[in-house]
């Protein structure tokens, strides 16, 4: 988009297509957006975001798809739902990055940062296997994948001591019960 | 009729001039409506329909009319003019000239109301957006009649409409550092209107920020643009240019900070709201004050008194919506007859 500066963008339709996507798929109305930036002001990781929240959402009016989905701030939105809870107007802005992800995902768009995409696989094998996350089990396992054992030592050790990390793994009570869903649910998206 | 009752001189047969002769005629006091149009209603009887209601103008001015007639202390002078007024004994000496027959006569007034209502500032000061050059960039009002016309029947359906606010209002360098007030609701309105007529045409307006300050007045700007789907562009147009025959709209979508473009039929400027250019000279020989602008300025702490038995309501005050008109109407009776009482 930065680019393009100098060429106007022409506003054809007085919304988007993916304006129109998004209200039919998931039933969020961004015409409601009353572009008071409370989302982005009080984002949690607003401050790394390349575009933040009230520009996402003002992206999806302008139907700039691929700005959206080459995007950094896709990526490393934590999914907190700040954005959400603060919206005047109920806007579920997670949702629609939720929705944008899962699109990027299909359309096999990669992520701009490293190990992002394999941050999330080891998350959800995770989650798969024990029914739960894990922080220090889900490190260890991405620290061996990535080489960088390293890397954030010093945070882990202060997050530990501050009672944040538990060494010991979590477990639900019947993760058999989840892995026949997960599989149910496999099958299902196969047919 | 007795002359001994008091008589008031209302000038202006708008909404505020109507409320407040008629106010003064229900409370038992003489009133003399002067109105330099054939009809009464003033700007209100050239609109299709008001915020935040939806509401037919013309039902409103006929019912004033209606009352007006009805009240036999009301005397109603319309394509007449004032012109020439002062101060003599203890109240006003007033030249009234018909326009028609150009007869003149003088009448004495215990005190004056001014309700001479506002005008639209000449958008053609601005050379880029080419009012006056391009047939279909036109303002506001004129905006109106076209859209009474469309109601009877349209010859041809607008693709795209393109609405300027703030054209001349928040312009210093032009001379109108003030916010009209009253644009952002009555684009809105327009805008909403033109979606009824048509719901397949494009439907832009573009602004700095819509200022919705009254009851009702911010739910009806997001019911336009959620539910009749008006598309709103943050950004004050650059520049309109011609394009195979219709016009170009050159602006920034400020809210990315990417410069955008529009194609329409139709632009309509939403200009700056000014006092009628003969006001000022009209305050000064009643003795009332006014602003730099040529705006009637209230004496301080009071809401409609401009001087010694003048009173004002309206648009020649500032820039006002119809609600706000009838209410200072109302309010400036009030004063003349509690003036009266006292005296």
């Known amino acids: 988009m930065d680019t393009e500066i100098y060429t106007p963008l022409r506003l054809d339709e007085i919304d988007s297509a993916l304006q129109r996507e998004l209200k039919e798929k998931i039933d969020i109305d961004i015409e409601t957006c009353l572009e008071c930036g409370k989302c982005s002001g009080g984002c949690s990781n607003g401050h790394i975001f390349d575009y933040t929240p009230r520009k996402i959402v003002q992206l999806v009016k302008l139907g700039d798809e691929e700005t959206l989905a080459g995007m950094d701030a896709l990526w490393i939105c934590l999914s907190c739902q700040l954005c959400l809870d603060r919206c005047p107007s109920g806007i579920d802005i997670p949702r629609i990055l939720d929705y944008l992800r899962e699109k990027a995902v299909t359309r096999g768009v990669k992520a701009s940062r490293p190990d992002v995409h394999l941050f999330m696989e ?53 993760p058999e019960g989840l892995k026949k869903l997960l599989s149910e649910r496999k099958s299902e998206k196969k047919d | 009729m007795d002359d001994r009752v008091k008589k008031v001189l209302v000038i202006g047969g708008g909404p505020a001039g109507m409320e407040a002769a008629l106010k003064i005629g229900q409370a038992g006091f003489r009133a003399v409506l002067v109105e330099r149009e054939p009809d009464l209603g003033g700007t209100l009887r050239k609109l299709v329909s008001s915020f935040p209601r939806w509401e037919n103008p013309a039902d409103l001015v006929g019912v004033k009319v209606q009352m007006l007639e009805g009240n036999r202390n009301i005397e109603r002078l319309t394509s007449t003019a004032v012109l020439t007024a002062e101060r003599f004994e203890r109240g006003f000496r007033v030249t009234l000239k018909h326009l028609n027959n150009g007869g003149s006569r003088e009448i004495r007034a215990d005190a004056v109301i001014l309700a001479t209502g506002f005008d639209l500032m000449d958008a053609s000061v601005y050379g880029e957006y080419g009012y006056g050059i391009y047939p279909n960039v036109i303002n506001s009002l004129e905006f109106e009649d076209r859209l009474r016309g469309w109601k009877e029947g349209a010859e041809s359906i607008p693709k795209g409409i393109a609405f300027f606010k703030c054209v001349g209002s928040r312009d210093r360098s032009k001379g109108f550092p003030y916010c009209s007030k009253i644009c952002c609701m009555y684009t809105a309105k327009q805008a909403g209107l033109v979606k009824d007529l048509f719901p397949g045409a494009k439907v832009y307006v573009f602004y700095m920020d819509y200022r919705a300050a009254g009851k009702g007045y911010e739910e009806f700007v997001r019911d336009v643009i959620e539910k009749k789907h008006v598309r709103y562009v943050r950004g004050r147009p650059a520049k309109v240019l011609p394009e195979k025959g219709r016009l170009l709209v050159r602006a920034e979508d400020t809210l990315m900070g990417i410069p955008v473009e529009v194609v329409v039929d139709t632009v309509v400027l939403a200009s700056a709201v000014v006092p009628r250019a003969d006001t000022r000279a009209l305050a000064k020989m009643l003795g009332a004050l006014t602003d730099e602008y040529g705006f009637i300025e209230p004496l301080p702490y009071t809401a409609v008194r401009s001087g010694e038995r003048v009173f004002f309501a309206g648009g020649c005050g500032f820039a006002c919506e119809t609600q706000g008109a009838l209410q200072q109407g109302a309010a400036a009776a009030a004063e003349v007859i509690a003036f009266f009482n006292k005296s």
């Open chain 1, 122 to 174: 080891l998350m959800l094998e995770e989650a798969r296997d024990k029914g739960r996350v894990s922080e220090v089990p889900l490190m260890i396992r991405f620290k061996r994948k990535t080489g960088q054992y390293l890397k954030d030592a010093g945070l882990g050790f202060k997050m530990f001591l501050k009672g944040k990390l538990s060494p010991f793994p979590s477990r639900m009570q019947k």
